[in-house]
């Protein structure tokens, strides 16, 4: 996932939350803060996992965005 982000130099992530849902928690949602060297948040990332119940198929995604709000990255592999 995190060759999948564009950060700039000495910009990092760090986990905010991580949630599952589905009826067998199939999906697992994780966000995470993009914070720049002096701690302040600059972004923001979610990355999707989603495990299909019937023929256990992966799908991720990641959604990045900047302190606007505007989309810098929306893949899915």
Same mark, same amino acid.
Not at 47 to 73: L, M, W, Y
């Given at each position: 996932m995190k060759d999948r982000v564009k950060l700039n130099p000495g910009e990092t992530l760090k986990q905010e939350s991580h949630r599952s849902k589905g009826t067998m928690a199939e999906t697992d949602i994780w966000t995470y803060a993009?914070? $720049?060297?002096? =701690?302040?948040? +600059?972004?923001? *990332?979610?990355?999707?996992?989603?495990?299909?119940?019937?023929?256990?198929?992966?799908?991720?995604?990641?959604?990045?965005? $900047?302190?606007? =709000?505007?989309? +810098?990255?929306? *893949?899915?592999?």
């Open positions: 993009v914070l $720049d060297l002096s =701690g302040n948040k +600059v972004g923001s *990332v979610v990355h999707t996992d989603h495990t299909s119940i019937k023929g256990f198929n992966r799908t991720q995604s990641v959604e990045q965005r $900047d302190a606007n =709000g505007k989309i +810098v990255v929306d *893949v899915t592999w």
